[in-house]
């Protein structure tokens, strides 16, 4: 086995003969295309490393593989992870025999990671379901680059849109059948509404209206600052950030297209309330944005907004607002609305969510030292 970062990784061996109709190709190209969830530049590194071998023999990356080769691939993955139910009560905004809304508090986990294994809201909906077993989870290529043992990689606010990877419909398929798939998720300590559908054929419809940007969401979030205009639009690109592989930026060159539309609620003295509407789904898409038009979300501490940025001159709401960044240790995000169109009946369905208490109570708090 193999140590990095923390994390063992096993051997995981992919065989391959190359089959009568197979054309000439690059071997990088050919594996890439042939290995679940590879990417071309691990690849051409286990390629280079010679952890791939042709007919027995360490071949470039630039190799045309032919007729009858057999080509022998080791890949270094992280272990799987082993699903357990648990009994974690659920708020269920809403359910049927296709699908469940539910409304997410801070704290808790979408689905597991190295980091956490257990305590997930996929633990919680497999004890719901009825799932009595144990369930192996593999961990892909693409989740290993930004897995850390303490970290569980849940921080996206949505799974993913156009060309993201979407989740296996598989990925949770128990033997009794039972199959809560993930549609979207919402970072850990970002709290509000979430979709999961039951089926596979479900999830696949749902996933549908996310990609073809038909479904409604609808944020509400404290920042700080006050946006000049009532209104805006943010559009660039997100990418992850160069200086920290765990965090996102809006970047120059690659990324992929993010669109964010934020309406200004309320002012306060130093912060505002805003409403975000999301019209792709890229990871920390509202934190990053925010924080790039200067308005970073109020306790988001990977993001620069778990601090007192304004107002330090009056020492009544430093020392409120130092207090209340200790006992609320989380981005004040909520996903309050969420609407889409029932796969199976075609009725459109729309869900409203209060803002939790730590947010109200501390809108409450803003009020008073705007008066």
């Not at 990671?113 to 257990?118: H, K, L, V």
């Not at 696949?204 to 404290?222: D, G, H, M, P, V």
């Amino acid at each position: 086995m193999e140590k990095t970062d923390h994390i063992e990784r096993i051997e995981k061996v992919y065989e391959f003969t190359v089959s009568k109709g197979q054309k000439p190709e690059r071997l990088d190209r050919f594996l890439t295309r042939s290995v679940q969830n590879a990417t071309r530049t691990k690849v051409q590194k286990a390629i280079e490393e010679g952890r791939v071998l042709v007919n027995g023999s360490k071949k470039k990356v630039s190799y045309k593989i032919a007729y009858n080769d057999f080509i022998r691939c080791v890949v270094m993955k992280l272990p799987p992870i082993e699903l357990l139910p648990e009994n974690i009560p659920l708020n269920i905004t809403f359910e049927d025999d296709f699908l469940m809304v539910i409304n997410k508090p801070a704290g808790m986990c979408v689905h597991p990671g190295i980091g956490n294994r257990d305590g997930t809201l996929v633990n919680a909906l497999l004890y719901y379901l009825g799932v009595d077993e144990p369930i192996t989870v593999d961990i892909d290529d693409e989740e290993e680059d930004s897995l850390e043992e303490n970290d569980d990689d849940d921080e996206r606010d949505e799974l993913s849109e156009d060309d993201e990877r979407l989740y296996d419909e598989n990925l949770f398929l128990t033997s009794s059948g039972v199959r809560p798939c993930l549609v979207h998720r919402i970072d850990k300590d970002t709290t509000g509404l979430l979709v999961v559908a039951k089926n596979a054929e479900i999830h696949r419809k749902l996933s549908e209206q996310f990609i073809n940007k038909t479904t409604e969401r609808e944020y509400n979030a404290i920042v700080w600052g006050k946006p000049k205009n009532d209104f805006g639009r943010i559009e660039n690109n997100i990418g992850r950030s160069p200086r920290d592989r765990k965090s996102f930026a809006v970047v120059e060159r690659g990324g992929k297209i993010a669109i964010t539309e934020y309406k200004v609620l309320e002012r306060f003295l130093y912060t505002s309330l805003l409403q975000f509407r999301l019209k792709t789904g890229r990871t920390h898409q509202i934190r990053v944005h925010s924080a790039d038009i200067g308005h970073k979300l109020f306790g988001d501490e990977r993001y620069g907004g778990a601090k007192v940025l304004l107002g330090g001159e009056n020492p009544q709401w430093k020392s409120k607002m130092h207090k209340i960044l200790q006992e609320y240790p989380r981005q004040m995000l909520h996903a309050k609305t969420l609407g889409f169109v029932h796969p199976v009946t075609n009725e459109k369905m729309s869900f409203n969510s209060e803002l939790p208490d730590d947010m109200q109570y501390i809108i409450e708090v803003m009020r008073e030292f705007s008066t």
